[in-house]
Protein backbone atom coordinates (compact mmCIF):
# COMPACT_ATOMS: atom_id res chain seq x y z
CA UNK A 1 0.00 0.00 0.00
CA UNK A 2 1.71 3.46 -1.18
CA UNK A 3 1.22 5.88 1.60
CA UNK A 4 2.10 9.08 -0.16
CA UNK A 5 2.89 9.23 -3.89
CA UNK A 6 4.35 11.15 -6.49
CA UNK A 7 4.25 11.40 -10.34
CA UNK A 8 6.30 11.71 -12.38
CA UNK A 9 8.54 9.92 -10.83
CA UNK A 10 11.53 11.29 -13.11
CA UNK A 11 10.78 14.54 -15.03
CA UNK A 12 13.41 16.10 -17.94
CA UNK A 13 12.63 19.42 -19.35
CA UNK A 14 13.69 22.41 -20.99
CA UNK A 15 14.60 25.79 -19.59
CA UNK A 16 11.39 28.07 -19.30
CA UNK A 17 8.75 25.46 -19.45
CA UNK A 18 5.80 25.36 -16.97
CA UNK A 19 5.99 21.43 -15.31
CA UNK A 20 3.72 20.13 -12.19
CA UNK A 21 4.71 17.34 -10.11
CA UNK A 22 1.31 15.51 -8.32
CA UNK A 23 1.55 13.98 -4.98
CA UNK A 24 -1.15 12.11 -2.88
CA UNK A 25 -1.49 10.63 0.39
CA UNK A 26 -4.04 8.12 1.88
CA UNK A 27 -2.99 8.23 5.35
CA UNK A 28 -5.98 10.96 6.27
CA UNK A 29 -3.28 13.41 7.29
CA UNK A 30 -4.08 16.76 7.91
CA UNK A 31 -0.72 18.26 6.54
CA UNK A 32 1.35 17.90 3.51
CA UNK A 33 4.92 19.10 2.66
CA UNK A 34 6.93 20.06 -0.37
CA UNK A 35 10.49 19.96 -0.24
CA UNK A 36 13.75 20.25 -2.36
CA UNK A 37 16.61 18.20 -2.13
CA UNK A 38 20.17 19.56 -4.09
CA UNK A 39 22.67 17.66 -4.89
CA UNK A 40 23.95 18.41 -1.57
CA UNK A 41 21.27 16.27 -0.27
CA UNK A 42 20.85 19.23 1.51
CA UNK A 43 16.84 18.85 2.40
CA UNK A 44 14.79 22.02 2.86
CA UNK A 45 10.85 22.53 3.38
CA UNK A 46 9.03 24.44 0.75
CA UNK A 47 5.66 24.95 1.59
CA UNK A 48 3.15 23.14 3.95
CA UNK A 49 -0.74 22.90 3.68
CA UNK A 50 -3.10 21.85 6.35
CA UNK A 51 -6.19 22.50 5.13
CA UNK A 52 -6.19 24.26 2.63
CA UNK A 53 -4.46 26.71 3.69
CA UNK A 54 -0.65 27.27 3.39
CA UNK A 55 1.12 27.47 7.06
CA UNK A 56 5.12 27.49 5.88
CA UNK A 57 6.33 29.46 2.93
CA UNK A 58 9.96 29.35 2.79
CA UNK A 59 11.95 31.55 0.32
CA UNK A 60 10.39 30.19 -2.43
CA UNK A 61 10.14 31.89 -5.90
CA UNK A 62 6.85 32.90 -6.76
CA UNK A 63 7.33 30.54 -9.84
CA UNK A 64 6.82 27.42 -7.42
CA UNK A 65 3.11 27.44 -6.75
CA UNK A 66 1.22 24.49 -4.62
CA UNK A 67 -1.94 23.58 -5.28
CA UNK A 68 -4.49 21.78 -3.21
CA UNK A 69 -7.76 20.52 -4.72
CA UNK A 70 -8.55 18.20 -1.46
CA UNK A 71 -6.82 17.21 1.92
CA UNK A 72 -5.02 13.88 0.41
CA UNK A 73 -3.71 15.73 -2.04
CA UNK A 74 -0.87 18.61 -2.78
CA UNK A 75 0.42 19.49 -6.44
CA UNK A 76 3.95 21.82 -7.14
CA UNK A 77 3.52 23.56 -10.23
CA UNK A 78 6.80 25.32 -11.39
CA UNK A 79 7.05 28.37 -13.97
CA UNK A 80 9.46 29.09 -16.04
CA UNK A 81 11.63 26.68 -15.16
CA UNK A 82 15.38 27.53 -14.75
CA UNK A 83 18.50 25.83 -14.08
CA UNK A 84 18.84 25.58 -11.04
CA UNK A 85 15.59 24.21 -10.44
CA UNK A 86 17.42 20.95 -11.37
CA UNK A 87 16.77 18.88 -7.98
CA UNK A 88 14.76 16.15 -6.44
CA UNK A 89 11.61 17.06 -4.98
CA UNK A 90 9.73 15.24 -1.90
CA UNK A 91 6.07 15.41 -0.81
CA UNK A 92 5.75 14.42 2.61
CA UNK A 93 2.29 14.34 4.69
CA UNK A 94 2.19 14.34 8.96
CA UNK A 95 -1.04 13.81 11.18
CA UNK A 96 -1.10 17.68 12.66
CA UNK A 97 -0.73 20.77 11.39
CA UNK A 98 1.83 21.64 14.05
CA UNK A 99 4.98 20.64 11.89
CA UNK A 100 7.57 18.14 13.39
CA UNK A 101 5.24 17.43 16.16
CA UNK A 102 4.25 13.99 14.47
CA UNK A 103 6.42 11.85 11.53
CA UNK A 104 6.45 12.87 8.34
CA UNK A 105 5.72 9.91 5.80
CA UNK A 106 7.50 11.18 2.55
CA UNK A 107 6.97 10.18 -0.85
CA UNK A 108 9.42 8.67 -3.16
CA UNK A 109 10.38 11.85 -4.84
CA UNK A 110 10.60 13.47 -8.35
CA UNK A 111 13.83 13.57 -9.88
CA UNK A 112 13.64 17.20 -11.91
CA UNK A 113 16.73 17.84 -14.84
CA UNK A 114 16.43 20.84 -16.23
CA UNK A 115 18.41 21.39 -19.59
CA UNK B 1 19.03 27.90 7.17
CA UNK B 2 19.36 24.68 8.43
CA UNK B 3 18.66 23.68 11.48
CA UNK B 4 20.71 20.16 12.48
CA UNK B 5 23.88 19.35 11.00
CA UNK B 6 24.86 15.75 11.31
CA UNK B 7 28.41 14.58 12.15
CA UNK B 8 30.19 13.15 10.59
CA UNK B 9 29.33 13.69 7.24
CA UNK B 10 30.34 9.74 6.31
CA UNK B 11 31.01 6.64 8.35
CA UNK B 12 32.37 3.43 6.96
CA UNK B 13 32.06 0.21 9.28
CA UNK B 14 31.98 -3.73 9.28
CA UNK B 15 28.41 -5.49 9.56
CA UNK B 16 28.27 -6.16 13.30
CA UNK B 17 30.04 -3.04 14.61
CA UNK B 18 27.84 -0.08 16.16
CA UNK B 19 27.45 3.29 14.49
CA UNK B 20 26.94 6.65 16.12
CA UNK B 21 25.85 9.83 14.36
CA UNK B 22 25.51 13.36 16.08
CA UNK B 23 23.33 15.97 15.66
CA UNK B 24 23.70 19.21 16.73
CA UNK B 25 21.50 22.68 16.31
CA UNK B 26 21.42 25.99 17.03
CA UNK B 27 18.35 26.80 18.32
CA UNK B 28 15.51 25.30 21.12
CA UNK B 29 13.49 22.76 19.67
CA UNK B 30 10.22 21.29 20.25
CA UNK B 31 11.53 17.46 19.61
CA UNK B 32 13.91 16.47 17.11
CA UNK B 33 13.55 13.57 14.74
CA UNK B 34 15.68 11.14 12.72
CA UNK B 35 15.02 9.78 9.38
CA UNK B 36 17.12 7.36 7.27
CA UNK B 37 17.25 7.45 3.34
CA UNK B 38 17.94 4.77 1.14
CA UNK B 39 19.68 5.89 -2.71
CA UNK B 40 17.42 7.09 -4.50
CA UNK B 41 14.46 6.86 -2.23
CA UNK B 42 12.36 9.07 0.02
CA UNK B 43 13.27 9.26 3.64
CA UNK B 44 11.72 7.24 6.42
CA UNK B 45 11.12 8.25 10.27
CA UNK B 46 12.90 6.35 12.65
CA UNK B 47 12.70 8.11 15.92
CA UNK B 48 10.87 11.14 17.58
CA UNK B 49 12.07 12.17 20.84
CA UNK B 50 10.71 15.31 22.96
CA UNK B 51 13.07 17.79 24.53
CA UNK B 52 11.68 16.38 27.63
CA UNK B 53 13.08 13.46 27.23
CA UNK B 54 16.53 11.90 27.39
CA UNK B 55 16.77 8.68 25.32
CA UNK B 56 14.64 6.31 23.28
CA UNK B 57 14.94 3.01 21.93
CA UNK B 58 13.65 1.17 19.53
CA UNK B 59 14.93 -1.96 18.10
CA UNK B 60 18.62 -1.77 17.25
CA UNK B 61 18.82 2.24 17.31
CA UNK B 62 18.67 4.50 20.39
CA UNK B 63 18.36 8.00 20.41
CA UNK B 64 19.63 10.45 23.15
CA UNK B 65 18.92 13.83 23.74
CA UNK B 66 21.06 16.67 25.21
CA UNK B 67 19.27 20.12 25.36
CA UNK B 68 21.72 21.97 27.23
CA UNK B 69 24.54 20.76 24.31
CA UNK B 70 21.82 20.82 21.72
CA UNK B 71 23.05 18.04 20.49
CA UNK B 72 21.26 14.50 19.46
CA UNK B 73 23.34 11.04 18.68
CA UNK B 74 21.74 7.93 17.24
CA UNK B 75 23.26 4.66 17.65
CA UNK B 76 22.60 1.74 15.52
CA UNK B 77 23.80 -1.64 17.23
CA UNK B 78 24.95 -4.50 15.68
CA UNK B 79 24.66 -3.06 12.13
CA UNK B 80 23.94 -5.08 9.23
CA UNK B 81 24.84 -4.29 5.04
CA UNK B 82 20.80 -2.93 4.88
CA UNK B 83 21.56 -0.18 7.28
CA UNK B 84 23.53 1.77 4.81
CA UNK B 85 21.78 4.92 4.07
CA UNK B 86 22.06 8.70 4.88
CA UNK B 87 21.06 9.16 8.18
CA UNK B 88 19.40 13.06 8.75
CA UNK B 89 18.08 14.73 11.87
CA UNK B 90 15.24 16.96 11.78
CA UNK B 91 14.54 19.48 14.34
CA UNK B 92 11.46 21.19 15.13
CA UNK B 93 11.02 24.73 16.54
CA UNK B 94 7.76 26.46 14.46
CA UNK B 95 8.84 24.39 11.37
CA UNK B 96 10.94 21.15 10.38
CA UNK B 97 14.65 21.51 9.41
CA UNK B 98 16.92 18.87 7.99
CA UNK B 99 20.46 18.58 8.37
CA UNK B 100 22.49 17.57 5.52
CA UNK B 101 22.91 13.92 6.71
CA UNK B 102 25.19 11.92 7.58
CA UNK B 103 26.14 9.01 4.79
CA UNK B 104 27.06 5.35 6.73
CA UNK B 105 27.94 2.57 4.78
CA UNK B 106 28.03 -1.19 6.54
CA UNK B 107 30.38 -3.42 4.95
CA UNK B 108 29.30 -7.38 4.66
Known amino acids: DTAVSQTPKYLVTQMGNDKSIKCEQN?????MYWYKQDSKKFLKIMFS???????INETVPNRFSPKSPDKAHLNLHINSLELGDSAVYFC??????????????FGPGTRLLVL | SQQGEEDPQALSIQEGENATMNCSYKTSINNLQWYRQNSGRGLVHLILIRSNEREKHSGRLRVTLDTSKKSSSLLITASRAADTASYFCATNNNDMRFGAGTRLTVKP
Open chain 1, 49 to 55: YNNKELI
Open chain 1, 92 to 105: ASSQDEVAGAWAQY
Open chain 1, 27 to 31: LGHDT
